[in-house]
């Protein structure tokens, strides 16, 4: 009789014991919510963004953001009812991992979708397109029609970790040499290291030559105005996998292209005529039935 009442207090303790380790394991498991479903509680949407004028700026002295990013993006929230909070700044080279830690939940300020960021994060639709200018010394015709030219040891290229320049100085250009900027320098540096003769070449937004050459005028030139040596699409970057939070900012960015307010952002920030490459319509217009009356 007493071995039988061990054998149940036994079996008491195991039922005790197995019942709260499920209820720890199951009140201590993480909560994985969507960014969509973080966004619609909170009512906010955190940005990482990069300083990269005229697509973003911060007032040092007020701290107000500016810029066609900003700009959209806010007139966007409000379309949405959401509030945007420009969280921290980061940079080209960590700032996937943010994402996928979930320290911000958009990078709206003018992302270049690739490959490689194509395997780890997603891309709202473009609002404008940029090309990549090759810039040398204003005097320099080393290059001129011969892009080829520059694939040499003896040549040195202008980049900055993590941005577009780096990777095509990387692959087009594997001979020359590089001299590497840290992701959160002056993008104005580039040109700099060209004219100060510790660089020949660098590839560049021709919207941030054009804002260089307002202060150093007649120091470098695009030797590929005719033919850019790159076209890539201004987009936001968000975390892969987010379906519904991609379908709410299409859906308002789209709304923003076709009411011509992007178009009126781009024309009060365009440092030059034509820099910036706009949207083809998605449509026809089609007069070829109207009335001769």
Known sequence: MKHL???????????LITGCSRSSNISSSPQTNSVYE?????????????IFPPYCTKDPNTGKFSGIFVDVLEEAGKNLGLKI?????????????????????????????????????????????????????????????????IDSPSNIISTIDGYLNQDIGTKRFPHA????????????????????????????????????????????????ENKPICICANTMMFKIGEPAFKSMLDTALTELLNTGYVDAVLNKYEPKPGVYYRLAPPYVVDHSNKSKD
């Open 85 to 149: 909070d420009w969280t921290e700044e980061i940079g080209c080279g960590t700032m996937i991992a943010g994402l996928e830690s979930n320290r911000y939940d958009l990078i709206p300020t003018g992302i270049w979708p690739n490959a490689h960021r194509g395997k780890h994060a997603s891309f709202t639709t473009p609002l404008f397109y940029n090309v990549l200018g090759v810039y040398v010394r204003a005097n320099d015709n080393r290059f001129t029609n011969n892009l080829k030219a």
């Open 177 to 224: 040499h590089q001299l590497a900027h840290p992701e959160m320098c002056d993008s104005s540096q580039v040109f700099l290291d060209v004219v100060s003769k510790k660089a020949d070449v660098t590839f560049n937004d021709p919207s941030l030559a054009a804002i260089f050459l307002k202060n150093n005028p007649g120091t470098i030139k695009n030797i590929a």
């Open 38 to 50: 973080r966004v619609m509680q909170s009512g906010t949407i955190r940005c990482g963004y990069l």
């Open 5 to 15: 009442q061990n054998l149940i207090t036994l079996l008491l303790l195991s039922i």
